[in-house]
């Protein structure tokens, strides 16, 4: 049911990954083209937002970027529900991160909304002599489970725009009926314009 | 070696004063403090206080008896800051705890192995990264802070290490030794003169999730115009509200008004992390309940600067009365409130009924 025409498209998404993965830089870098290498720990959740024109469309990204740590993992789900995109980030450095993010990503297909477009970022790209997981393995991984995958650096900008384009491209370009409840974040009143966020 | 590193930072040219702000934070903005009192006033109040403490302490406990409310009042203008190291340590009761185990502070350090190790580490450079006593990589703020952190790991390992309880320990260290800042830490978490906190950090942060519930219960009953629209634009406390208790207040907040709460917080307890919050939100009402969604996050987490200050903010707090209503939501929580809604979304859930 795509709809001709250009659209605005507001669309929830989510940040999720290991402690120190780079969640909130690449967030930085993609919303304030900013960079800096001590990026202050996220304690609870922050929020940032980004419109992008794709060819049919004007996406305007709602981004929740999360806390880390496995201990902070009953704030996570609130942030999830009802988003319509993901990112799962992982450090390439760190094979540890590569795990966790297969948690993230089993979670999501059990949790999450089922239309979710979920993308998987190997950041830290530009640390290629202590790389531990290979783009290979990472993106037999990204196939075999409905992903999309791209490495990238949020301190030398590589792919960092390329992936939030990306996701705008793969968003159901459908009106939705209007939002159940049960929709934690986008279940506003609905302001101005076509929402991503859900289905169900 | 360690000791080198030490004399080789500290005689070394500091960066040029006009960049930092006076608690050593580098400047981004000129949000410059403003210090309200004149130096005659401030010599005169730091006397009162010295007398009040006695040499080295000596005289508080026999004060604080005798005069609760002198005490209570004076903090809440603010302790001196040339004595708030001292004072945090007695009010908090941590100065006992160091009392009554010498040498324990040391054998966690150095004999103990915590499974926190690099989850600390790698928290470190994060953590009040535009300090600068703790901006220098390895340098004496960054190993303190480990110490402390992994002390805390090894001292109670269901908490281990969570983030955020760096900022705790990052604060407390910028106004005593590591040792001091550890057993305040452990005052803190397990409870030497208030309710225990360690329930922000255990697995599920029950205390965070409780602590909220009741927050939002407390915000819509004093503003309900506010809780109104809070509703509608489906903004939940966990949104903007999770880093003030978790950190109190000591993340992402004006310095000078985190000491100022802190002053209180560690002589009245976590009532004052909910006066304050609570007085933030009726300082900024009027313009709050005009937004939308996204503007009202952002403005949630930038108060405007006027709403810092903290003589014009801890006043309005003040006068906010929660006690005994925290009391009775502690209870009703307790009963049903956490049983019958998931914890993940308790409040939204609640919203929309």
């Known amino acids: 049911m795509?709809?001709?025409?250009?659209?605005?498209?507001?669309?929830?998404?989510?940040?999720?990954?290991?402690?120190?993965?780079?969640?909130?830089?690449?967030?930085?870098?993609?919303?304030?083209?900013?960079?800096?290498?001590?990026?202050?720990?996220?304690?609870?959740?922050?929020?940032?937002?980004?419109?992008?024109?794709v060819n049919d469309a004007t996406v305007k990204f709602e981004i929740w970027d999360t806390a880390g740590q496995e201990r902070y993992h009953s704030l996570a789900p609130m942030y999830y529900r009802g988003a319509a995109a993901a990112i799962i980030v992982y450090d390439i450095s760190n094979q540890a991160s590569f795990e966790r993010a297969k948690?993230?990503?089993?979670?999501?297909?059990?949790?999450?909304?089922?239309?979710?477009?979920?993308?998987?970022?190997?950041?830290?790209?530009?640390?290629?002599?202590?790389?531990k997981v290979t783009a290979e393995e990472a993106q037999v991984y990204a196939q075999e489970h409905g992903l999309f995958f791209m490495e990238t650096s949020a301190k030398t900008a590589t792919n960092v725009n390329d992936i939030f384009y990306e996701i705008a491209k793969r968003l159901p370009r459908v009106q939705p009926a209007p939002n159940p409840s049960g929709m934690v974040l986008m279940d506003r009143p609905a302001e101005r314009t076509v929402s991503a966020s859900c289905c169900s | 070696m360690e000791k080198k590193r030490l004399d080789d930072y500290e005689p070394g040219p500091l960066p040029s004063p006009r960049k930092m702000d006076r608690f050593g934070f580098l400047k981004q903005e000129n949000n410059n403090p403003p210090d309200g009192l004149t130096k005659g006033r401030e010599e005169r109040r730091v006397r009162k206080w010295r007398k009040m403490i006695g040499a080295g302490g000596s005289d508080w406990k026999h004060y604080v008896r005798r005069k609760p409310h002198v005490v209570k009042r004076r903090i809440r203008k603010g302790i001196p800051d040339c004595l708030r190291g001292l004072v945090w340590q007695l009010i908090s009761g941590s100065r006992d705890l160091l009392l009554m185990n010498p040498g324990v502070y040391e054998q966690l350090v150095i004999y103990e192995t915590?499974?926190?190790?690099?989850?600390?580490?790698?928290?470190?450079?994060?953590?009040?990264?535009?300090?600068?006593?703790?901006?220098?990589?390895?340098?004496?703020?960054?190993?303190s802070?480990?110490?402390?952190?992994?002390?805390?790991?090894?001292?109670?390992?269901?908490?281990?290490?969570?983030?955020?309880?760096?900022?705790?320990?990052?604060?407390?260290?910028?106004?005593?030794?590591?040792?001091?800042?550890?057993?305040?830490?452990?005052?803190?978490l397990k409870g030497a003169v208030h309710a225990p906190m360690e329930g922000l950090y255990q697995v599920g942060l029950p205390l965070v999730q409780q602590y909220l519930s009741s927050f939002d219960r407390l915000m819509?009953?004093?503003?309900?115009?506010?809780?109104?629209?809070?509703?509608?634009?489906?903004?939940?406390?966990?949104m903007y509200a999770s880093q003030w208790f978790i950190t109190v207040f000591s993340y992402s907040f004006p310095f000078h008004l985190a000491l100022r709460i802190w002053d209180v917080f560690l002589y009245e307890g976590v009532k004052i992390v909910f006066k304050v919050g609570l007085a933030l939100l009726k300082y900024c009402h009027d313009d709050l309940v005009k937004l939308p969604f996204e503007k009202l996050i952002h403005a949630l987490r930038n108060f405007p600067e006027d709403a810092m200050d903290p003589d014009t903010l801890l006043p309005m707090a003040y006068v906010i009365k929660v006690s005994r209503r925290l009391e009775e939501l502690k209870q009703e929580y307790n009963k049903d409130g956490k049983l019958s809604l998931p914890t993940e979304i308790k409040g939204t859930e609640k919203q929309m009924q």
């Open chain 1, 2 to 53: 795509a709809t001709t025409g250009n659209q605005n498209i507001n669309a929830k998404l989510v940040l999720l990954g290991d402690v120190g993965a780079g969640k909130s830089s690449l967030v930085l870098r993609f919303v304030k083209g900013q960079f800096v290498e001590f990026q202050e720990s996220t304690i609870g959740a922050a929020f940032f937002s980004q419109t992008l024109a």
């Open chain 1, 103 to 131: 948690k993230w990503v089993q979670e999501l297909q059990a949790q999450g909304n089922p239309n979710m477009v979920m993308a998987l970022a190997g950041n830290k790209a530009d640390l290629l002599d202590s790389r």
């Open chain 2, 114 to 143: 915590s499974a926190s190790e690099l989850d600390i580490i790698r928290d470190i450079s994060r953590t009040f990264p535009s300090h600068v006593f703790f901006q220098q990589r390895h340098g004496p703020g960054q190993r």
């Open chain 2, 145 to 188: 802070l480990y110490n402390v952190l992994k002390a805390y790991s090894v001292y109670d390992r269901d908490v281990g290490y969570v983030q955020g309880m760096g900022f705790l320990a990052g604060l407390l260290l910028l106004y005593m030794s590591e040792e001091d800042a550890f057993w305040l830490l452990v005052a803190l």
């Open chain 2, 220 to 238: 819509k009953e004093q503003m309900p115009k506010l809780g109104e629209h809070f509703t509608q634009e489906m903004i939940n406390p966990s």
